[in-house]
């Protein structure tokens, strides 16, 4: 089971890759660029995917492996307050 740390760890990548998307002003002047870095903190979260499988909770690994990250995001955030 993911622990507090993994969990702050994981919301700040979904987080990130939500201000990443959200960016209209990148996404004008520098589109490339945008995509570049929504590749990179998409590949951060398959990483930390990857790397914790064995401890992330069943509907939380469900969301992971269908890139419901919207949903992710809210399961981990509802864990980190119960937690």
């Not at 929504?38 to 509907?59: K, N």
Request: proline letters at 2%; one cysteine or more.
């Amino acid at each position: 089971m993911l622990g507090n740390t993994e969990l702050r760890e994981l919301i700040g990548l979904l987080e990130e890759r939500l201000r990443v998307i959200g960016n209209a002003e990148m996404r004008e002047s520098d589109p490339a660029g945008q995509l570049e870095k929504l590749r990179e903190v998409s590949e951060a979260i398959v990483a930390f995917h990857a790397g914790h499988r064995s401890e992330i909770q069943p509907r939380l690994n469900h969301f992971l492996e269908s890139c419901s990250y919207a949903k992710a995001l809210d399961w981990a955030n509802e864990g980190l307050v119960k937690g």
